[in-house]
């Protein structure tokens, strides 16, 4: 098994928080990348944030800026989305992908990434 897995999905009101994490399997190398994307109903997929390994960099989109914060686990192959002042719009299926190699410049591309997950949906409302 080579996809990784997500959890932490659920309902929860405007204004609340939830953090998601991703687990993958073995070791990450230095430019490997973990990212997050979500695709809404009738919406195509969208990046949210992506952690690369190898100097602890991060990307963000400009929607989820100073609200969302990926973070990396240090015992295993994982990143944590903490989500905070969710909206409305922040509803979506959200997945998880990785890539074993990958540039600063593409973390936010999808059709670089190789392993997906099956994703966990995120529903703000009240």
């Known amino acids: 098994q080579v996809q990784p897995i997500e959890s932490g999905g659920g309902l929860v009101q405007p204004g609340g928080s939830l953090r998601l994490s991703c687990e993958a399997p073995g070791r990450a190398a230095r430019n490997y990348v973990m990212g997050w994307f979500r695709q809404a109903p009738g919406k195509e997929r969208e990046f949210v944030a992506a952690?690369?390994?190898?100097?602890?960099?991060?990307v963000y989109a400009d929607s989820v800026k100073g609200r969302f914060t990926i973070s990396r686990d240090n015992t295993k192959t994982m990143t944590h989305l903490q989500m905070n002042n969710l909206k409305p719009e922040d509803t979506a299926v959200y997945s998880c992908?990785?890539?074993?190699?990958?540039?600063?410049?593409?973390?936010?591309?999808?059709?670089?990434?190789?392993?997906w997950g099956q994703g966990t949906q995120v529903t703000v409302s009240s």
């Open positions: 992908a990785t890539a074993s190699n990958m540039i600063l410049s593409s973390m936010s591309q999808a059709n670089l990434y190789h392993y």
């Open positions: 952690y690369r390994w190898g100097g602890g960099n991060t």
